[in-house]
């Protein structure tokens, strides 16, 4: 059983990380075809393309005109405890044991749009560059043309050495989207989470973002490699709802 997930915009280069193992990144030679034309754009063009401050703008300026090979633990980060968004919120990764952490490297995969496709433990230089960014490189038109062909095989490769045919999809569209999920042989399991509002159940994106993260690791603590288990989930007032699930769809509500 393999997960996926999206990166975050918010980063924690200033807590020291909770383990000195690392891993580096498979598709650093991809990254670095697309360096040189974020490199080339001033500050207020990077903060046009992204739709960010211009602070942002240049903070983003200056990770990519600094952002360098080899990656070393004092240059870089493992990804997991790099990401300090809402999933990575739920997934609390820096309080995980070094086992968990392992199983967590073997489980998981985070997709990206500058690295393709991440473990935990990969070292990561700090960046920003969402997958839909409309952005051309060398000839491909944006960046989901760029990495689709280079991220379904290491997703499946991923998937192939997980021992279960099954991918767990966690991630938001606009990642998920950078996998050609028809060239995939596995059984694709996409959650949803969902709040009580206004009587009704929805997706509020902040709840249902950090609920991802709790998934994750309700997988990793509890061993789970068959995908009925996955209705044990009962993190922060979740349950599994049976009458709003569909095949490939279990949902599970709170409130």
């Known amino acids: 059983m393999l997960i996926v997930i999206s990166p975050a915009k918010s980063l924690d280069y200033k807590t020291p990380p909770v383990t000195t193992t690392y891993t580096m990144p498979d598709m650093l030679d ?24 211009a602070n ?14 080899p990656f070393t633990p004092e240059n870089a ?3 997991v405890l790099a990401f300090s968004g809402d999933v990575f919120q739920g997934l609390e990764a820096p309080t995980m044991s070094e086992e968990q952490l392992q199983k967590l490297q073997s489980k998981l995969r985070i997709l990206s749009g500058l690295y393709g496709v991440l473990r935990p433990l ?7 560059l969402e997958m839909g960014t409309k952005i051309k490189i060398e000839r491909s038109a944006d960046l989901y043309a760029f990495w689709k062909n280079k991220i379904t095989p290491k997703v499946q490769e991923a998937i ?12 938001s569209n606009e990642y998920y989207k950078s996998i050609d999920t028809k060239k995939l042989d596995a059984e694709i399991i996409t959650p949803q989470f969902k709040d009580m509002k206004n009587g009704q159940y929805k997706m509020i994106s902040f709840f249902a973002k950090k609920a991802r993260g709790l998934m994750t690791r309700f997988i ?15 993190a922060e007032g979740y349950v ?12 599970f509500t709170r409130g």
């Open 56 to 69: 942002l703008g240049q903070l983003n300026y200056d990770r990519f005109q600094t952002w360098h090979q």
């Open 220 to 234: 990793v603590e509890n061993d789970i490699d068959n995908v009925d288990d996955l209705q044990a989930f009962d």
């Open 30 to 53: 991809e990254a670095e075809k697309i360096l040189p034309k974020l490199r080339k754009m001033k500050p207020k063009q990077l903060s046009e393309l992204m739709g960010i401050s």
């Open 240 to 251: 599994y709802n049976p009458r709003l699930s569909k095949v490939g769809n279990p949902v």
């Open 77 to 79: 980060k493992q990804a």
């Open 160 to 171: 192939d050495e997980s021992g279960s045919k099954v991918l767990i999809n966690l991630a």
């Open 122 to 128: 990969d070292l990561m230089q700090p960046y920003r």
